[in-house]
């Protein structure tokens, strides 16, 4: 062990993406749990706050978020006096999720539990909203694909990686989606 490992000043290296646990896997197979992910990154949220963001009850709120907790995506902040002066158990997301690999979670075979989510949340905020968009069609060996899609994540890990820096700015949501159209 080195003296900073010793210190507990060693600077950590570099996130590398990993598979998803079978139970990571699962927790990512529904949109409303990718949604409360997105929604706990950068504010802590309670069972009701979701309930009222994703309009739907408490009780379908806690049964998922007590999926992402399981699974190590979300954590339970300290208890806190509510506005009615009711206390409140908060959520906030760990990020871990972003460093899992982008392959389909058992249970959502098609993949389609994030591209269900980012059209929900496309659909909230409105189309207005779109900052930036390009839409494009190539043709790609199976090896330019695996290419393409590793030069796009190391830019977008590298953003990922310093968000904290970047804290006092508007969030930005987005999706790379790449597919193979319908012949």
Not at 49 to 75: F, I, K, S
Not at 99 to 119: C, E, H, K, N
Request: hydrophobic share 40%; glycine share 8%; proline share 7%.
């Amino acid at each position: 062990m080195s003296d900073e490992e010793e210190q507990g000043t060693a600077v950590p290296g570099p996130r590398r993406r990993r598979p998803a646990t079978v139970r990571e896997a699962k927790a990512l197979a529904h949109p409303l749990r990718v949604r409360i992910l997105r929604l706990c990154l950068h504010r802590e949220l309670t069972n009701r706050e979701l309930a009222d963001r994703l309009d739907t009850t408490p009780g379908t709120v806690l049964y998922h978020v007590r999926q992402l907790v399981a699974a190590g995506l979300l954590v339970a902040e300290p208890v806190r006096t509510g506005a009615g002066g009711a206390l409140e158990k908060p959520y906030r997301a760990t990020g871990e999720s972003w460093w899992l690999d982008g392959s389909s979670p058992p249970g959502d075979a098609d993949g389609t539990a994030p591209v269900s989510a980012f059209q929900q949340e496309l659909a909230e905020a409105g189309p207005r909203s779109v900052r930036a968009f390009a839409r494009f069609a190539l043709h790609l060996s199976d090896e330019e694909v695996a290419e393409l899609d590793r030069r796009i994540l190391a830019v977008l890990d590298e953003y990922v990686a310093t968000d904290h820096q970047r804290r006092d700015r508007p969030l930005y949501g987005g999706a790379f989606i790449l597919h193979r159209p319908a012949d």
